[in-house]
């Protein structure tokens, strides 16, 4: 079946810089990859909808200048968490569908520690 | 996309089916039901969906009332490894967005 890999798997930053997320589509192309964002025991969260070759879409309340969302070729999408802090501590999850097709699939995620 | 309800958790004993239950009562004509499950600290799994249709795959089955205002997912026979927050969603088949709801807690147990 249709793979996404995400990673890194796990990362711990220091309060204020930069980290980068990606997700790859490794066997089919995705014009559209999904960001969300969840909270221990809490329920995903969309946090935008990015687009191959055009700006991502964001959800009302998420700062499009605190998560860039870059979507350069059909097969990776990049999330950087940019100045993070303490509460952007997180588990983010990319997700991909293959045009035409039903089925969303899901990276395995990323756990973000921010000291 | 229509909202839907599902019980918080629920158990299950080794062996035997395990019912979950989805009310999706403002569920629309061109809505699909969407079912996915997430182990603790991974990403979400699809399991199975259908329109109107009973739909069965080598995951579960998926049982829709014909008013389709409620869903039943079936795991034939449970397993300790399919102890997750199982997740019922509706959505459109051509929009790609999922929205999820709080799940339904499952618990598997000897």
């Known amino acids: 079946g249709a793979v996404v890999s995400q990673h890194p798997s796990r990362v711990i930053c220091k309060s204020g810089t930069s980290v980068k997320i990606e997700c790859r589509s490794l066997?089919?192309?995705?014009?559209?990859m999904f960001w969300y964002r969840q909270f221990p025991k809490k329920s995903l969260m969309l946090m935008a909808t990015s687009n191959e070759g055009s700006k991502a879409t964001y959800e009302q309340g998420v700062e499009k200048d605190k998560f860039l969302i870059n979507h350069a070729s059909l097969t990776l999408s990049t999330l950087t968490v940019t100045s993070a802090h303490p509460e952007d501590s997180s588990f983010y999850i990319c997700s991909a569908s293959i045009v035409g097709r039903e089925k969303l699939f899901f990276g395995s995620g990323t756990q973000l520690s921010v000291l | 996309d229509a909202k839907t309800t599902q019980p918080t958790s629920m158990d299950c004993a080794e062996g035997r089916a395990a019912n979950l239950p989805c009310n999706h009562s403002t569920i629309s004509g061109n809505e699909y039901v969407y079912w996915y499950r997430q182990i603790h600290s991974q990403g979400p799994q699809y399991i199975i969906h259908g329109l109107k249709n009973n739909e069965t795959n080598e995951m579960a089955s998926l049982i829709i009332t014909e008013d389709r205002k409620s869903s039943t997912l079936i795991l034939p026979h449970a397993t300790l490894r399919d102890t997750a927050v199982y997740y019922c969603?509706?959505?459109?088949?051509?929009?790609?967005?999922?929205?999820f709801g709080t799940g339904t807690r499952l618990q598997v147990t000897l």
């Open positions: 969603i509706v959505r459109t088949g051509t929009a790609s967005k999922l929205t």
């Open positions: 066997d089919f192309q995705a014009t559209t």
